[in-house]
């Protein structure tokens, strides 16, 4: 079965810092692997995926993330903070090679990012 | 394009009542799944539809059903409403394809009194 672990449940960064909000997961085949991020009172927002190729793969208002294979880990990021990029980030899979996609998009429980100025 | 449509926003309900929710999917998105969010819990998955035809189905009790009609719309239900049923139920579409984003409604809050 696959699984997501989100190790943080709180991250507290200054403006201006890099960020990296963690993910690690766990699929018997290939993962595709996406990241949403979900402001106060709000449905989630597809941020970014990977699905195969460059293992960086860039996303909407400045973040990244890097898969690494090896380590199963799938670690979001930016370079320089924002204030209103403070929210709830969710990191999910699925796993590629389960058939003709009759598996779930399963999601970790959430890493809450806060910017502080 | 119009994003993932669910209603009602807000619902208040009392124990052992039913409910039904509503998602209307974005135009050409024929994949639908719903899942429940609670603070405790994070992001569980409910069911998916495709297609009018149930996918995969979450661990939940039977009090909890949906369906998907011929237009891609879904609807839920749950049945005889417990307290632990309070909730942020969300929606969310897309189209053919496992690699590909879904996009996610707004989400009804349920309270359960």
């Known amino acids: 079965a696959q699984s997501v672990a989100q190790p943080e449940d709180q991250v507290n960064v200054a403006e201006g810092n890099p960020l990296t909000v963690k993910c690690t997961y766990s699929?018997?085949?290939?993962?595709?692997l996406f990241w949403y991020v979900q402001y106060p009172n709000r449905g989630l927002q597809f941020l970014l995926k990977?699905?195969?190729?460059?293992?960086l793969v860039k996303g909407s208002y400045g973040f990244e993330a890097e898969f690494n294979k090896s380590q199963t880990s799938f670690h979001l990021k930016k370079p320089s903070a924002l204030v209103s990029d403070s929210a709830l980030y969710f990191c999910?899979?699925?796993?590629?090679?389960?058939?003709?996609?009759?598996?779930?998009?399963?999601f970790g429980k959430g890493t809450r990012l806060s910017v502080i100025a | 394009k119009a994003g993932v449509t669910q209603t009602p926003r807000y619902l208040i309900k009392t124990r052992g009542q039913q409910v039904t929710l509503s998602c209307s999917p974005i135009?050409?998105?024929?994949?639908v799944s719903w899942y429940q969010q609670t603070p405790g819990q994070g992001l569980q998955f409910l069911f998916e539809?495709?297609?009018?035809?149930?996918?995969n189905k979450g661990n939940f009790p039977g009090r909890f059903s949906g369906r998907q009609f011929s237009n891609s719309r879904s609807e839920m239900n749950v049945s005889t409403l417990e307290l632990g049923d309070s909730a942020l139920y969300l929606c969310?579409?897309?189209?053919?394809?496992?690699?590909?984003?879904?996009?996610f409604g707004p989400g009804t809050r349920l309270t359960v009194t």
């Open positions: 990977y699905i195969t190729g460059d293992n």
């Open positions: 539809y495709f297609s009018e035809t149930q996918r």
């Open positions: 135009s050409g998105h024929r994949s």
């Open positions: 999910a899979v699925r796993d590629m090679n389960a058939g003709s996609g009759n598996t779930p998009l399963v």
């Open positions: 699929v018997s085949g290939n993962p595709y």
């Open positions: 969310a579409s897309r189209n053919r394809g496992t690699y590909l984003e879904q996009y």
